[in-house]
């Protein structure tokens, strides 16, 4: 499995910016894909995730109505919308799939390099 981030930058507080993960590997839809982030001097954290086979969705609070995942299946990528940008939302965003849980514990199986995003 082979997972590519790109879409990260600079912006400034308020703006907005849209992250995409180009997923290779999977077969069928039944895996997870989810956003995590890592800031420095702080712990991987989960910021949204998103079951292929199904569509539900998960949100970690402090964005849940800014952030939106998606995920286009034809096309093999996840997607995360990401509004109302806060200087606290800078770090480095992963994309990351599992085919075997589906939740916000940075335990998957299967990560990209990562993206940065900085907010200022």
């Avoid at 507080?13 to 995409?20: D, F, T, V």
Wanted: charged share 20%; proline share 2%.
């Amino acid at each position: 499995v082979q997972l590519v981030e790109s879409g990260g930058g600079s912006v400034e507080a308020g703006g907005s910016l849209r992250l995409s993960c180009g997923a290779s590997g999977y077969s069928g839809t039944a895996y997870c894909m989810g956003w995590f982030r890592q800031a420095p001097g702080k712990e991987r954290e989960g910021v949204a995730v998103v079951y292929a086979g199904g569509g539900s969705t998960d949100y970690a609070d402090r964005v849940k109505g800014r952030f939106t995942i998606s995920a286009d299946i034809a096309k093999n990528t996840l997607y995360l919308q990401m509004n109302s940008l806060k200087p606290e939302d800078t770090a480095m965003y992963y994309c990351a799939a599992d085919g075997r849980r589906c939740d916000l514990s940075p335990s998957y199986q299967h990560w990209g390099q990562g993206t940065q995003v900085t907010v200022s």
